[in-house]
């Protein structure tokens, strides 16, 4: 069950992805509204050792600002590396400057949250990022993106043209990545303007033309960018079956006629058919689109408390009983258990991974200096580790 969206608007979602057509949802959910704001923003961006080129960016009048011009040591303001510089990126962004905060899914555990959500209802992979403007100063030219795009509006309000073409199933390449020429399409007329205001998402698909202008000083969206598993990945996962085909790595010495040239060509078909008509191929391809969507994951520091310091059995140490007696025992050595331990040793190396609780919570009669001693002394003759 989403935590964000209603299963009419879930519907809608997944209609707009399958006909690739954009789709705007007014916001109907509170909480949306609540994944950030500027508060949110200001403690974010005051974070100074977590930012750097890759991760934060100003854009001003359409041209990326260069990282070193707002660049500091950190010295004088304690920070233990280089990183943007508070007065010189307020500055720019007085002068209408955008912000632009990459990679953001583990910044906060609401957008972990809601990228978690996407990625539940669209089977894809999602990251998100941040851009924060000023009123009437547009930081991006019309564009398209090489992923689908879910973006929520959070402050302020900005005006999205969507203009009539759309770039067929562009990749993140360097192909899309150059200026728009000859080998793109070109964005074409406006064929509608959406106004998002906090909490409203826009959904565009993969490829389509758009730009947006704030028409509020404080715009900010969060662009949720979702990227699908494609045939080409496919045959990126399977890389490893072509180098260990013999005739993928032998050697063409000697091309003298377009004839010899197509044989090799047939000859590269027929391989590709024999690794990709496999039926356990299908099973690893069917795992792999299974396993697409990112598993986020975050530290649970609480429970690390609360389960105490864990101990792992050593693998080449087994427990034996003779004459109803039990033995711990190695390649070269066979040392008796005390009888008081014997039903904790026997726990032990049936869960191979204990602790003082989960020892304590199966034998609640027995004492904890014994449960203490016992820990203590598997340690000693290295059982644990």
């Not at 209408?96 to 990679?103: R, Y």
């Not at 555990?109 to 990625?119: G, M, N, R, T, V």
């Not at 006629?257 to 590269?268: F, L, R």
């Not at 904890?368 to 580790?385: L, P, R």
Request: glycine letters at 2%; a neutral charge.
């Amino acid at each position: 069950m989403s935590n964000y969206f209603s299963n009419d608007q879930i519907d809608l979602l997944a209609k707009a992805k399958s006909e690739k057509k954009y789709i705007h949802l007014k916001n109907e959910n509170e909480n949306l509204k609540e994944v950030m704001n500027i508060n949110n923003l200001n403690k974010l961006i005051s974070m100074h050792n977590c930012w750097d080129q890759k991760n934060f960016s100003l854009v001003l009048n359409k041209n990326k600002v260069p990282f070193s011009a707002f660049l500091t040591t950190g010295d004088a303001l304690g920070f233990a590396k280089m990183a943007p510089d508070p007065t010189k990126v307020e500055n720019y962004i007085k002068k209408g400057a955008s912000l632009v905060l990459n990679d953001l899914v583990y910044f906060s555990k609401e957008i972990e949250k809601l990228a978690s959500d996407l990625q539940t209802i669209t089977n894809g992979r999602c990251q998100a990022n941040l851009y924060f403007s000023m009123q009437s100063h547009q930081a991006f030219a019309p564009h398209f993106d090489t992923h689908d795009v879910f973006a929520l509006h959070c402050e302020g309000e900005k005006l999205w043209n969507i203009y009539d073409n759309i770039e067929k199933d562009p990749i993140n390449h360097p192909i899309y990545k150059q200026e728009l020429s000859d080998k793109t399409e070109k964005p074409g007329k406006i064929i509608d303007q959406v106004l998002l205001k906090p909490g409203d998402l826009l959904y565009l698909p993969r490829g389509q033309f758009h730009d947006a202008l704030a028409s509020k000083n404080g715009a900010m969206h969060i662009a949720f960018g979702i990227t699908y598993l494609k045939p080409i990945d496919i045959f990126q996962y399977y890389y490893e079956q072509f180098i260990v085909n013999d005739y993928f790595r032998s050697d063409i010495r000697d091309i003298n006629s377009t004839d010899e040239m197509k044989d090799i060509h047939t000859k590269i078909t027929a391989q590709l058919n024999n690794i990709l008509n496999n039926d356990k191929l299908y099973e690893h391809s069917l795992n792999y689109f299974k396993k697409w969507p990112y598993k986020f994951t975050c530290y649970d520091v609480k429970q690390l408390i609360n389960d105490g310091v864990q101990y792992e059995v050593v693998k080449n140490i087994s427990i034996i009983e003779e004459e109803e007696k039990l033995f711990l025992v190695n390649e070269k050595h066979k040392v008796p258990v005390p009888e008081k331990f014997t039903k904790i040793t026997k726990f032990a190396f049936e869960n191979k991974i204990v602790s003082y609780k989960s020892i304590k919570s199966r034998f609640n009669n027995i004492e904890d200096e014994t449960i203490n001693e016992f820990i203590n002394a598997m340690k000693n003759m290295k059982v644990f580790i």
